[in-house]
């Protein structure tokens, strides 16, 4: 359920008409709905009542500084993987140890900053950087937590680009080499193993594989145990999948239940690292109609979002529902919605059946609170667009539109 939803034949934002925001705000822009987040946050946080947990919000999901504060507030911690993104995390004002450190290839630089603020845990993708870890946390006197991250080689069942647990992807620990890290780690003296981590893939939309791989790491943490090597924390990742068309992943309360029933006498933390289901839905991209261009082939409608806007439709075919602001009884056709970036690949929306509109019209494309602005780019020189946070009748400038000047800043 979201806070998009129309009222007397217009798409509203909770209380606010998206059209009055175009207004406002300009066009192509970025709405989030506050409500939708904290309902999100609180069902997924309150499926794991039972147990005592984190919800680290994964901020390549959606890391505007004003959300990640909106959903801290909510008692969320971070799960981050670059500098910046610790940067954000600590603007928002969250606690560094409610942050967790993923990623394969985290630089000297970005461990250093991560040690000095003194997060949570690092989840460690290879024995090198293990190694790494414990040489920067040595040389500033400190040690650090980390968790391995295990390669458990389950199938999500997702698009590849987004499956990450499988033995041929660049993520995570083999089993065997796992053991070899923990075994190095005990040794270490800047390093503390405290935890371990697995995260399989995005948009799962069933809860076996999650449990395949739970099973696996939870067989895994029982060998360390008979070793004498006993953790506190197990980090289960996000990927829970969302609607964007016609998929029915479980519900959060479903997964939830299923997870803390597995987990319940384990004696373990248990962190969560949901993004798409706290924020895909939560956001929605506004994009004004600039032409509709008939071809005696096709028809056109060519908006003003693009690509670096919203990549993912280019990136992973994937489907974002479409509507008109002004949901009045029109005729359908079908049509491209496409960008006005030079390649074929520039689109929103493929042999879309759609109500006729005309230029000038308003058009919400739903689902884009994830992976939505955080993959936009500035290319054919475009202008990232502005993001919006709607709360009730209130509403919030989260980041304004780039300019010109901001295009040029740092070519000195
Ligand atoms: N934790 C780790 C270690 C991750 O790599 C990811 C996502 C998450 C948590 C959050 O996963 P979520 O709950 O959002 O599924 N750009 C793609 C998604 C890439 C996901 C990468 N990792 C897309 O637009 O579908």
């Known amino acids: 359920m979201h806070h998009f939803q129309p009222k007397d034949g217009l798409l509203y934002a909770e209380d606010v008409p998206v059209t009055e925001l175009v207004e406002r705000f300009g066009s192509p822009l970025y709405v989030y709905s506050a409500a939708t987040f904290r309902r999100h946050f609180q069902q997924f946080d309150s499926?794991?009542?039972?147990?005592?947990?984190?919800?680290?919000?994964?901020?390549?999901?959606?890391?505007?500084?004003?959300?990640l504060k909106m959903l801290a507030e909510q008692g969320a911690g971070m799960d981050i993987v670059s500098g910046g993104e610790l940067h954000r995390a600590l603007a928002a004002g969250v606690e560094p140890k409610k942050i967790v450190y993923s990623g394969v290839g985290k630089t000297e630089a970005e461990i250093r900053y991560a040690v000095e603020q003194d997060i949570l845990m690092f989840n460690v993708e290879s024995l090198p950087e293990l190694e790494e870890i414990?040489?920067?946390?040595?040389?500033?006197?400190?040690?650090?937590?980390?968790?391995?991250?295990?390669?458990?080689?389950?199938?999500p069942k997702t698009h590849p680009?987004?499956?990450?647990?499988?033995k041929n992807n660049k993520f995570g620990l083999e089993m065997g080499q796992a053991l070899e890290g923990y075994r190095?780690?005990?040794?270490?003296?800047?390093?503390?193993?405290?935890?371990?981590?697995?995260?399989?893939?995005?948009q799962l939309t069933t809860i076996e594989p999650f449990m395949e791989a739970l099973d696996k790491v939870l067989d895994f943490e029982k060998n360390l145990r008979a070793e004498g090597i006993g953790l506190r924390y197990i980090d289960l990742g996000g990927g829970l999948g969302i609607t964007y068309n016609e998929e029915a992943p479980p519900h959060p309360k479903e997964f939830g239940a299923a997870i803390v029933g597995r987990l319940k006498n384990e004696g373990l933390k248990l962190i969560l690292e949901p993004g798409r289901v706290i924020s895909g839905n939560a956001g929605v991209l506004l994009t004004k109609v600039t032409y509709v261009k008939k071809t005696p082939f096709?028809?056109?409608?060519?908006?003003?979002?693009?690509?670096?806007?919203?990549?993912?439709?280019?990136?992973?075919?994937?489907?974002?529902?479409?509507?008109?602001?002004?949901?009045?009884?029109?005729?359908?056709?079908?049509?491209?919605?496409?960008?006005?970036?030079?390649?074929?690949g520039d689109f929103l929306a493929k042999e879309r059946s759609l109500p006729e509109v005309e230029a000038g019209e308003i058009l919400a494309v739903f689902s884009a609170g994830a992976y939505g602005f955080t993959m936009s780019?500035?290319?054919?020189?475009?202008?990232?667009?502005?993001?919006?946070?709607?709360?009730?009748?209130?509403?919030?400038?989260?980041?304004?539109?780039e300019t010109y000047e901001d295009l040029v800043r740092g070519e000195l």
């Open 47 to 67: 499926a794991f009542a039972d147990l005592d947990h984190m919800v680290c919000f994964s901020v390549k999901a959606n890391g505007n500084v004003h959300v």
């Open 298 to 344: 096709k028809n056109f409608i060519i908006v003003d979002a693009a690509m670096n806007d919203l990549v993912r439709p280019s990136l992973y075919q994937s489907y974002h529902r479409i509507t008109p602001a002004r949901q009045s009884d029109r005729p359908e056709i079908v049509v491209d919605v496409v960008g006005p970036i030079c390649e074929s």
């Open 134 to 155: 414990e040489r920067v946390a040595g040389a500033l006197g400190r040690k650090a937590g980390v968790s391995l991250r295990i390669n458990p080689d389950v199938d």
């Open 161 to 166: 680009y987004i499956s990450t647990g499988m």
């Open 377 to 401: 780019s500035n290319y054919n020189a475009r202008l990232r667009a502005a993001e919006v946070i709607v709360d009730g009748d209130k509403t919030i400038l989260a980041r304004r539109r």
């Open 184 to 202: 190095l780690a005990q040794r270490m003296e800047h390093v503390e193993p405290i935890g371990v981590d697995c995260h399989i893939g995005s």
